[in-house]
């Protein structure tokens, strides 16, 4: 199986085809324990009983590029939108999400190589 070999990561994710050419497209698969709570993004915490999160989300390519330029904190609820949040615990599980969302489980890279905005 290939996931297990990530836990070392906080997350993995991948860029996807967004909705809109003015917007660029995440999906991450942030591993749980490696959170701590004090420091988790509110959106995350019902979902701290499960050992993973799947969370798929959207963003202006403005927004994005001002967070590279400027290194500004990122606003949730303003700045993204969530198209897809869901928690589960077996590597199984992922696979049958990725199928559901028509996503390659083998593109995850870490969050570096994919320009993933939410890495902490």
């Known amino acids: 199986m290939l996931f297990f070999s990530w836990n070392a990561y906080k997350v993995i994710a991948q860029e996807i085809t967004s909705t809109s050419p003015d917007r660029r497209k995440w999906i991450g698969m942030h591993v749980m324990s490696h959170y701590d709570v004090k420091h988790i993004y509110e959106l995350f915490n019902k979902f701290l009983h499960f050992k993973y999160c799947l ?60 320009n993933y905005p939410l890495a902490e």
């Open 55 to 114: 969370l798929a989300f959207e963003m202006s390519r403005k927004i994005f590029e001002d967070l590279q330029i400027y290194d500004s904190d990122l606003e949730i609820d303003e700045d993204i939108s969530i198209n897809y949040l869901q928690g589960f615990n077996t590597e199984e599980e992922l696979y049958k999400l990725c199928d559901q969302l028509a996503v390659a489980p083998e593109m995850f890279v870490p969050p570096w190589r994919c």
